[in-house]
């Protein structure tokens, strides 16, 4: 891998692993919109991608929003998606099942337009 893609994949939150991409979060619940805000980075510098929904974070229902808008907005089921780590927090850990290069390939052009969010 070239410096430039190091460099670039180090930006994105994203990471192959057994299964799949892991994809770095961090949710906010009840928001005016559901919609996928940018990219950001976390205090301690790691990327993230920063997403609103209009859900309450009660009874798993910001989750599930969470789940649905990245399905859509990625073109793949829902049952693809996981929350793995983070669940009653706003930074959640999810995994996208499938062919780990391909997913980090496509999850990658979609996010390299996305204006960060913070400025990061």
Do not use: C, Y
């Not at 996981?82 to 669940?87: A, L």
């Amino acid at each position: 891998m070239s410096t430039e893609a190091t460099a670039e994949a180090a930006a994105l939150p994203f990471a192959q692993v057994a299964g799949g991409v892991r994809v770095r979060v961090r949710l906010t619940p009840r928001a005016r919109d559901s919609r996928v805000l940018g990219l950001a980075r976390d205090a301690d510098g790691r990327p993230e991608l920063r997403v609103h929904v209009t859900e309450a974070p009660e009874d798993g229902r910001a989750n599930r929003a969470l789940v649905r808008l990245l399905a859509t907005t990625w073109r793949l089921p829902k049952s693809a998606i996981r929350i793995v780590g983070g669940t009653t927090d706003r930074r959640k850990t999810v995994v996208v099942d499938g062919d780990g290069a391909d997913l980090l390939t496509r999850l990658s052009q979609w996010a390299t337009p996305l204006v960060p969010a913070d400025g990061a």
